[in-house]
């Protein structure tokens, strides 16, 4: 076997390492404070979920996320009276469903990682 055909082996079946530290990203940001600036790795999880046919049984997951993100913004964003910031305004449960889904998300992009590779 030449050296081509192997890089070409491990670069097909090489998952893509942005939407996984997206998805461990969105959970460190929220807890750490900085929800205004955890658009950018949600944004990326549902991006690279959707433009990657390996991860077909991530889109929903993704899209979850997606969702769980958005409700809070969209509230923070149409509310009469706003906070300075996303993180101020958005209310503890949201916080923790967030958390939740992307822990939940990155676990499983773990789990189908190990799948495909047996």
């Not at 993704?62 to 906070?83: D, K, N, S, V």
């Amino acid at each position: 076997m030449s050296t081509q055909t192997l890089d070409r082996e491990t670069t097909v079946r090489r998952f893509p390492r942005s939407v996984l530290v997206s998805a461990w990203a969105v959970p460190v940001m929220i807890i750490g404070q900085f929800a205004m600036l955890a658009v950018v790795p949600v944004a990326l999880v549902l991006v690279g979920t959707l433009r990657d046919t390996r991860l077909k049984a991530l889109r929903w997951g993704a899209i979850a996320l997606t969702a769980a993100y958005a409700t809070p913004l969209a509230l923070w964003a149409i509310g009469p009276e706003r906070a300075q910031s996303l993180s101020k305004d958005m209310h503890p449960v949201f916080a923790a469903i967030i958390v939740a889904v992307g822990v939940a998300f990155a676990v499983s992009f773990h789990v189908l990682r190990r799948k495909s590779r047996k």
